[in-house]
């Protein structure tokens, strides 16, 4: 069985940093792509990063510079550093594998809070 | 980035009625274009991917058509569990972008 799950997330004050993860199981991350989606509350979806098989990875413009998405093929898992957080980065976030194109796994999310 | 854009906002149906959603790119996505079903405090759901082939276990009565940057989202016949919030998104380029979202709610 294909399974996701996000961990990490939490309540912090602006310009802190936290590092968000995501286990998979029922298939094996270094082979697809992954991506993190998050969804700020009551709003829509938003593509945050990705990372390929090939260990390319790409940013939305509102975090790049600031988060780094990165892999561990011996955990099968992806994490999200995330530095320098922002009001604006207050949102669920979810982890779910990129099979070209398409989020076909997602995990149940994360949220991460970002308030004084 | 490419912007997508859905219309209507919300759409107010009955059970057994058919909706129709509208998905719309401001440049062209060939048939890059899936479609997600959101239900209240859960992750989004693949429905339709390649802009009209259905996702393993999605139920016949939704469907996609389109290409280019006119897409559509029909559901036959609403059954009481498609109340939710349906989005399209963009797989042509990174980023990766959806639309703002449908609500379908009950009339």
């Known amino acids: 069985e294909v399974q996701v799950v996000e961990s990490g997330g939490g309540l912090l004050q602006p310009g802190g940093s936290l590092r968000l993860s995501c286990a998979a199981s029922?298939?094996?991350?270094?082979?697809?792509?992954m991506t993190w989606v998050r969804q700020a509350p009551g709003k829509g979806l938003e593509c945050v990063s990705i990372?390929?098989?090939?260990?390319?990875?790409y940013y939305a413009d509102s975090v790049r510079g600031r988060f780094i998405i990165s892999r561990d093929n011996s955990k099968n898992s992806i994490f999200l550093q995330m530095n320098s957080l922002r009001d604006e980065d207050t949102a669920v976030y979810y982890c779910?594998?990129?099979?070209?194109?398409?989020?076909?796994?997602w995990g149940q999310g994360t949220l991460v809070t970002v308030s004084s | 980035e490419i912007v997508m854009t859905q219309s209507p906002a919300t759409l107010s149906v009955s059970p057994g009625e058919r909706a129709t959603l509208s998905c719309r790119a401001s440049?062209?996505?060939?048939?890059?274009l899936a479609w997600y079903q959101q239900k209240v405090g859960q992750a989004p759901r693949l429905l339709i991917y390649?802009?009209?082939t259905r996702a393993t276990g999605i139920p016949a009565r939704f469907s996609g058509s389109g290409s280019g940057t006119e897409f559509t989202l029909t559901i036959s016949s609403l059954q009481s569990e498609d109340f939710a919030v349906y989005y399209c998104?963009?797989?042509?380029?990174?980023?990766?972008?959806f639309g703002q979202g449908t609500k379908v709610e009950i009339k």
């Open positions: 779910a594998r990129d099979y070209g194109g398409l989020l076909d796994y």
């Open positions: 029922g298939f094996t991350v270094s082979t697809t792509s």
């Open positions: 990372i390929h098989s090939s260990y390319a990875t």
């Open positions: 440049q062209s996505v060939s048939s890059n």
């Open positions: 390649g802009a009209s």
């Open positions: 998104q963009q797989s042509e380029n990174w980023p990766r972008t």
